[in-house]
């Protein structure tokens, strides 16, 4: 299949694999994929102490009987400053997810996006200096607007400093995108370089 490149000199298009663009879209497994790839991201370091491993003293306070409820001590949970029931220990939220699966849900993502228009593709992005000015004009000579990710094959400074002051705006290399990048995404510009290396990457 073709994909038409943008601000080409002359109208052109680059060849795609349907594999990579064309593919159906599976929702249940870019969910998963998308879910799990967030869950790696959690610290999980949370901790707390349980009834057993709080300091203070286990000496009874009061008798057992006449005194209404039985307690044994000041540890226990139903009091302010005791432990913690079920105490949350440090854990990994990662989720195994297998290569092949994890290609597959990003083939589906781009496929989608390009069925619905939101996939665009450039020659390059002509960004040479620093400025916030030519990033405005080059995202109103794309029609893009919303949550836009820019993919490039070796991601410049300048294109980095250039799009940091523009809200929703998000630059990546092409070795760092992701499926929550993708998704979360209203428009995705690639240039021609990137869409070369995530086939040579998802084929």
Do not use: C
């Not at 781009?110 to 960004?127: D, M, P, S, W, Y």
């Not at 949550?147 to 400074?157: I, T």
């Not at 092409?174 to 084929?203: Q, S, Y």
Request: aromatic share 6%.
């Amino acid at each position: 299949m073709q994909l038409q490149v943008i601000g080409a000199p002359s109208a052109s298009s680059v060849e795609v694999s349907d594999l990579v663009f064309g593919s159906e879209f599976r929702q249940a497994l870019v969910h998963q994929v998308v879910v799990a790839y967030q869950a790696a991201g959690r610290a999980g370091t949370k901790a707390q102490l349980s009834r057993g491993e709080m300091s203070g003293t286990t000496k009874k306070f009061k008798k057992q009987k006449g005194g209404g409820a039985r307690h044994g001590d000041y540890r226990a949970p139903i009091f302010v400053g005791g432990g913690v029931t079920f105490a949350a220990k440090p854990r990994s939220f990662a989720q195994k997810v297998n290569r092949k699966a994890y290609r597959a849900a990003i083939r589906s993502i781009l496929a989608e996006l390009n069925r619905q228009g939101r996939l665009k593709v450039v020659e390059n992005f002509g960004i040479e200096a620093p400025k916030t000015k030519a990033m405005v004009a080059k995202l109103k000579e794309l029609e893009v607007a919303g949550r836009v990710l820019l993919v490039s094959e070796d991601a410049s400074e300048a294109l980095y400093l250039a799009a940091r002051n523009i809200p929703y705006l998000h630059v990546l290399d092409v070795m760092a995108l992701n499926p929550v990048n993708l998704v979360g995404a209203d428009h995705v510009v690639l240039t021609v370089e990137a869409v070369k290396k995530i086939e040579e990457w998802l084929a």
